[in-house]
T-cell receptor
Framework: EAGVAQSPRYKIIEKRQSVAFWCNPI?????LYWYQQILGQGPKLLIQFQNNGVVDDSQLPKDRFSAERLKGVDSTLKIQPAKLEDSAVYLCASSATSGGAYNEQFFGPGTRLTVL | DQQVKQNSPSLSVQEGRISILNCDYT??????FLWYKKYPAEGPTFLISISSIKDKNEDGRFTVFLNKSAKHLSLHIVPSQPGDSAVYFCAASLNSGNTPLVFGKGTRLSVIA
């Protein structure tokens, strides 16, 4: 079974530029998460999708961050314009949906963003 | 507001000995707790979990203990192996199912041969 794929793996941009990250979850996983991990911190949720609908985007800085999952499969996360404090690893995770039991989240390798 | 706290940024243990990683949480509504392991340049991978209705869960060399009254959990690795060297994240969830995880800052474990 293929894991969660993310691209690019690394990105360096200057502040005020735009950047986009792509995630392909595990086949059949209805739930997709984007987390931001700043150096020295644990991952923090940015947005959660269930199929192509947003479940939780309460911690997404909506003035500069946007995300979509148009067909309920792949997802893109965009930052426009980027700030220095956006330097972090952006992790995508997916999980299956089954009633009741805990559904393990599988993480991709992440995209390391450096904003200069 | 750090709801999940790992107060030890790093831990060094000799091969074959026990590693004990600790985690505290503040939100009494958390219902499910997990440990993730992370190697450099890779995403976190699930290690072991425990429901709030239990106080212990064991999987091979890994055991997680939960003390709800103290809002504390710990991960025991016995015996520790060099391949266990990684960053360990404690995470919590408000319930089972598909809910986001709240992570601690992580503890870097180094197992010395």
């Amino acid at each position: 079974e293929a894991g969660v794929a993310q691209s690019p793996r690394y990105k360096i941009i200057e502040k005020r530029q735009s950047v986009a990250f792509w995630c392909n979850p595990i086949s059949g996983h209805a739930t997709l998460y984007w987390y931001q991990q700043i150096l020295g911190q644990g991952p923090k949720l940015l947005i959660q999708f269930q199929n192509n609908g947003v479940v939780d985007d309460s911690q997404l800085p909506k003035d500069r961050f946007s995300a979509e999952r148009l067909k309920g499969v792949d997802s893109t996360l965009k930052i426009q314009p980027a700030k220095l404090e956006d330097s972090a690893v952006y992790l995508c995770a997916s999980s299956a949906t089954s009633g009741g039991a805990y559904n393990e989240q599988f993480f991709g390798p992440g995209t390391r963003l450096t904003v200069l | 507001d750090q709801q999940v706290k790992q107060n030890s940024p790093s831990l060094s243990v000799q091969e074959g000995r026990i590693s004990i990683l600790n985690c505290d949480y503040t939100n009494s509504m958390f219902d499910y707790f997990l440990w993730y392991k992370k190697y450099p340049a890779e995403g976190p991978t699930f290690l072991i979990s425990i429901s709030s209705i239990k106080d212990k869960n064991e999987d091979g060399r890994f055991t997680v203990f939960l003390n709800k009254s103290a809002k504390h959990l710990s991960l025991h690795i016995v015996p520790s192996q060099p391949g266990d060297s990684a960053v360990y994240f404690c995470a919590a969830s408000l319930n089972s199912g598909n809910t986001p995880l709240v992570f601690g800052k992580g503890t870097r474990l180094s197992v010395i041969a």
